[in-house]
């Protein structure tokens, strides 16, 4: 109780009574006539009860009692029925910076209820703006710091920044969305621009139209329009050029004012500066290009050091890798035209297509590695795998099919058409094939026609041959000037010689074969004609042997063997070395023809008897070859016998007609001797 009571005295001496109110303070001031207790300190505070959670519980509902929840370290009021923590109370009305809970989704919000736009502020700096006048959104310090209210509904509308500095200069501009920090932070009046990204267009200030994704992308745009950036520093410089596209890192990175480009991929275009009409699509494609125009690359680093080249489409990976200042190149497939710098007007389709070519022009190659290794070539066209694969300087060519004229190096105006038809012409010239594997082996030949598989098959260095038929002279190797036509003709490297028919051969140089041993009969409807013009010939005489050749020749009848003679003319040919099954009764057909003529040995006998040089008589030039007869020729020696034959008779003539007078003078010295006789006799009888 003594204790009790000094607190009332202790009291007594602070506490300044009066009858509407209470003043509790140590200076002795009055209360607050509005307060019905006033308390004032300036160096002590107000301690409200302070207790537990649990011991809160155990007190009755009173309505506005406060006390101090020790647990919680909050202030908790009753309102009669339930209690209230204060610090949770007041998301009805206010937002706290550790978060509200209790409210209520579309009726709690952040903002204004009368028509004032939101602004939020950072530092004191504009740094958010909700406009629903002007339709513009801005969020992020300084985002859109530039824009004053004064500005008319028509200007500064449908803008969004989202970002620090975001739309910074804007002051008229429309239609902007800029998203990143110090995205579109330039624009002025600029409109209808997109900026996604880290200082995304951020020195754009009248450009229009340009869209920016990625850091950087478009940063020294100022007023180029219609440009698409997408990738960090795509588009980086450029300024003022318009309606480019570029996609991907540093897609058109030095892009000034180069216009209507399109550039997809990392790098693609990346030095590019005032060149238009380029599409590069492709890491790293057209990569050196500066001021080249109109060019298409498409595929990893394809026309990748292309600076002011032109008209050149690149499509592969690597395509046209080193091409300069070369124009109207087309390439199409990995590496193809890989080398090229100054050649121009070629086409390459294929992987490794033109590969070595530098400055060969006009060529057309379509095919892996068709005219690879060219360099300096023009005016070739290979189609097929590896066709041309190994020409250089090698002009004019054409080959057509898989490692046709693959191996030609220097050769010029050649056409190959089959795989690998003319395969290792390396200086051959002026050489048609066409055939899988014809002149196949030819290295220098020139001036050779080739049609059929394998047709002059193993020819190195024959010229002027025409060859038609399937093998046709395939195992000739050196002979020139000759003609074949027929399957598995052949020749024994002759010159100047033709065949012509199925397995029909010739063993000698300047001589011509119509058909093999199983053709009977050669028809015509005229006679083989010879030329035989005075004008051409010199060193005549007369020195044919007549009677004496012909009564030494012996007429007679005999059967051929075609087969036995096929297969002695076949020796050495071993792709025709024995007769098909299939024309086994052709050559018994022919064998068993029973014809006249003459043995052609017993002939030149019979020339060296006589002393007579008979053209008729064709004698072996080669172990291989074989004895004939040209029977025309023996109608001269046969003309020569009817006149020695008609000399003969005219003197027999001579000699009867002597004879014939003789006989008259002495029939009639006999008719007169006969006379006498008679008369005589009568002189007798009488």
């Known amino acids: 109780m003594k204790s009790f009571y000094l607190v009332l005295i202790l009291l007594a001496i602070s506490v300044t009574a009066h009858p509407q109110n209470l003043a509790i303070n140590s200076d002795g001031s009055k209360a607050d006539p509005n307060a019905i207790v006033d308390i004032k300190s300036t160096t002590k505070g107000l301690l409200i009860p302070r207790m537990s959670t649990a011991s809160r519980l155990l007190i009755p ?257 690597r395509s046209l890798f080193n091409n300069t200042t070369a124009f109207g190149n087309t390439a199409i497939g990995s590496q193809a035209m890989f080398s090229n710098t100054g050649g121009t007007q070629n086409t390459a389709t294929g992987t490794f297509a033109l590969y070595a070519n530098t400055n060969g022009i006009d060529n057309t190659a379509t095919g892996f590695q068709s005219l690879y290794t060219n360099i300096s070539g023009s005016q070739n066209a290979a189609t097929g795998t590896r066709a041309l694969a190994n020409n250089t300087t090698g002009s004019g060519n054409t080959a057509h099919g898989a490692d046709a004229l693959r191996l030609n190096n220097t050769g010029i105006w050649n056409t190959a058409v089959g795989s690998g038809a003319g395969f290792q012409n390396s200086s051959g010239r002026y050489n048609t094939v066409v055939g899988a594997a014809a002149l196949f082996d030819n290295a220098s030949g020139n001036s050779n026609t080739a049609i059929g598989v394998n047709a002059l098959l193993h020819n190195l260095n024959g010229s002027n041959n025409t060859v038609v038929g399937y093998s046709a002279l395939a195992f000739d190797r050196s002979g020139s000037f000759n003609t074949a036509v027929g399957s598995n003709t052949f020749l024994f490297s002759v010159t100047n010689s033709t065949v012509i028919g199925y397995g029909a051969q010739v063993e000698a140089s300047n001589k011509v074969r119509i058909g093999n041993a199983a053709v009977t009969v050669i028809e015509g409807q005229v006679p083989f004609t010879t030329p035989s013009d005075g004008r051409y010939k010199f060193n005549v005489k007369e020195n044919v042997s007549g009677l004496d050749f012909i009564l030494r020749l012996r007429p007679v009848t005999y059967q051929f063997d075609a087969n036995k003679f096929e297969v002695q003319v076949r020796e050495g040919n071993d792709s025709a070395k024995s007769i098909p099954t299939s024309m086994y009764s052709a050559y018994s057909e022919a064998t068993a023809v029973r014809r006249s003529g003459f043995i052609a040995q017993e002939v030149e006998k019979a020339a060296i008897a006589s002393g007579y040089n008979f053209s008729g008589i064709i004698k072996p030039k080669t172990d291989k070859d074989h004895y004939g007869l040209s029977y025309e020729s023996f109608v001269v020696p046969l003309v020569k016998g009817m006149q020695e034959q008609q000399e003969l008779i005219h003197l027999q003539n001579k000699k009867i007609e002597g004879l014939d007078k003789q006989l008259k003078v002495q029939q009639k010295q006999i008719n007169e001797l006969q006379k006498k006789l008679l008369e005589l006799e009568a002189r007798i009888q009488l």
């Open 61 to 317: 509902h009173t309505n506005g009692l406060l006390v101090y929840d020790t647990n919680t370290k909050s202030f908790w009021y009753s309102n009669g029925e339930s209690w209230s923590n204060m610090s949770l109370s007041t998301a009805s009305s206010a937002w706290l910076t550790t978060g509200n809970a209790g409210t209520t989704d579309l009726i709690n919000f952040i903002g204004t209820t009368d028509d004032v736009p939101f602004n939020l502020r950072v530092n004191n700096v504009a740094s958010g703006r909700i406009d629903h006048t002007h339709n513009n959104t801005f969020f992020g310090f300084s985002a859109g710091l530039s824009l004053t209210s004064t500005l008319p509904p028509f200007m500064h509308m449908d803008n969004t920044a989202i970002g620090a500095f975001a739309l910074y200069s804007s002051n008229g501009s429309n239609h902007n969305t800029a998203v990143g920090s110090s995205s579109l932070r330039s624009c002025t009046i600029g409109s209808f621009n997109t900026a996604l990204g880290y200082q995304a267009l951020t020195r754009n200030t009248t450009g229009d139209m340009n869209t920016a994704t990625g850091e950087m992308a478009l940063n020294f745009n100022t007023t180029g329009n219609l440009n698409t950036a997408n990738g960090a520093f795509a588009l980086y410089n450029n300024k003022t050029g318009g309606l480019n596209t570029g996609i991907g890192f540093r897609a058109m990175y030095s892009n000034q004012d180069g216009n209507l480009n399109t550039a997809i991929g990392n790098d693609a275009l990346f030095s590019n500066i005032s060149g238009y009409y380029n599409t590069a699509t492709g890491a790293s494609a057209l990569w050196n290009n500066t001021t080249g125009n109109a060019n298409t690359a498409d595929g990893k680093e394809a026309l990748f050091n292309n600076t002011t080249g032109a008209d050149n489409t690149a499509v592969g990976v």
